[in-house]
């Protein structure tokens, strides 16, 4: 019976991003700076973008750096440069939730 019963996919949320500044923006590729506000922040993660507690769109982490360094992960606190693959332009103030699909 448990594999009969159809997967459920669930986003379960690992992270909360806040977006400082925005450094570039190149079709779909944009290259943005925040901090980790709570959980981590990794490259190949799926991200929605939240503006006003409304979500606009969803993307993903192509690369991030932080102290100029290259870096797999930011964990909660740190600073860091990040280049973004989403279609709608991200701004000042808008919440990145970092998300993982989980099949329950």
Known sequence: IKD???KVEVEKITGKVK???IFSQNKDKQVVGGKVME???SVGAK???IRRDVEIERGSVKGIQS???ETKEVKEGEEFGS???AKKEIAPGDVLEV???VKE
Request: glycine residues 4%; positive net charge; aromatic residues 10%.
């Open 4 to 6: 009969k019963t159809p």
């Open 19 to 21: 977006i400082k500044k």
């Open 39 to 41: 959980g981590s922040f």
């Open 47 to 49: 991200v929605k973008i």
């Open 67 to 69: 102290q100029k360094i």
């Open 83 to 85: 280049m973004i693959e």
């Open 99 to 101: 998300f993982t699909i």
